[in-house]
C-alpha cells in the first residue's frame, strides 16, 4: 500500500522560510515530486528528486533521503503568491500518489 | 506549444447519469493519467493510459471507464453518478517517469 503524510497546514511570514515535511512509505519508488497547487487549479510542477540529496531551484529547494522515506520542500524569502497547497507526491512507474497536501498562508 | 488541455472546464450532472470528460496531452506526450481529486484532499490516481491500453488502475469501481485515441488524446467516462463522484477531474501527460504536467482539470458536480 501507499501512505504519504504530510502537515495539514503552515504558516508563515511574508519573507520568512518554511520547510514542508513528507514522510512515505510505498511499495514502489522512481522519484519523489513535489508540486504546487492554488485554490481551485491544476498543479503545477515545483520539483523532482530521484537521487538523495538537496536540489535548488531559485527560492525553492527539495531535499530527499530514500533510505528515510524522507523528503522536505524549503520555500524561501516567501511571498504573498506562495499562499497555496503544495502536495508531495510519489511516483513509481508514471503513477503518483500524493499526500492530502499542506496549505501554507503567508502573512504580510 | 500549447500545454495539457481538458474539457469542459465545468459540469453539472444528476446522481444516475453518465458523464464524458476529454483531454488532450501536451505535444509528444505518450502518457495520460487520470486523477480525481475531492475537496481538501489530494489526487487520486484512476487509471493510465499509453498507446492506448490501459497500462494501469488505481481502486476505482468499474463505473470508471476510459479510452485513449490514436493521436494521445483521452476521456474518461463515468456511469451511474454517485453524489460521491463530485470532484476535480486531473489529466496528466508524460514521455518519461520525471514529468508529470496537469491539466487545469474538470469540476463534476452530482447534485
Known amino acids: 500500500g501507499q501512505n504519504i503524510d504530510q502537515p495539514t497546514e503552515m504558516t508563515a511570514t511574508e519573507g520568512a522560510i518554511v520547510q514542508i515535511n513528507c514522510t512515505y512509505q510505498?511499495?514502489?519508488?522512481?522519484?519523489l515530486f513535489w508540486y504546487q497547487q492554488h485554490a481551485g487549479e491544476a498543479p503545477t510542477f515545483l520539483s523532482y528528486n530521484v537521487l538523495d540529496g538537496l536540489e535548488e531551484k531559485g527560492r525553492f529547494s527539495s531535499f530527499l533521503s530514500r533510505s528515510k522515506g524522507y523528503s522536505y520542500l524549503l520555500l524561501k524569502e516567501l511571498q504573498m503568491k506562495d499562499s497555496a497547497s503544495y502536495l508531495c507526491a510519489v511516483s513509481n512507474d508514471y503513477k503518483l500518489s500524493f499526500g492530502a497536501g499542506t496549505t501554507v498562508t503567508v502573512r504580510a | 506549444d500549447a500545454g495539457v488541455t481538458q474539457s469542459p472546464t465545468h459540469l453539472i450532472k444528476t446522481r444516475g447519469q453518465q458523464v464524458t470528460l476529454r483531454c488532450s496531452p501536451k505535444?509528444?506526450?505518450?502518457?495520460v493519467s487520470w486523477y480525481q481529486q475531492a475537496l481538501g484532499q489530494g489526487p487520486q490516481f484512476i487509471f493510465q493510459y499509453y498507446e492506448e491500453e490501459e497500462r494501469q488502475r488505481g481502486n476505482f469501481p468499474d463505473r470508471f471507464s476510459g479510452h485513449q485515441f490514436p493521436n494521445y488524446s483521452s476521456e474518461l467516462n463515468v456511469n451511474a453518478l454517485l453524489l460521491g463522484d463530485s470532484a476535480l477531474y486531473l489529466c496528466?501527460?508524460?514521455?518519461?517517469?520525471?514529468?508529470?504536467?496537469f491539466g487545469p482539470g474538470t469540476r463534476l458536480t452530482v447534485t
Open positions: 505535444s509528444g506526450h505518450d502518457t
Open positions: 510505498t511499495s514502489g519508488f522512481n522519484g
Open positions: 496528466a501527460s508524460s514521455d518519461r517517469p520525471n514529468e508529470q504536467y
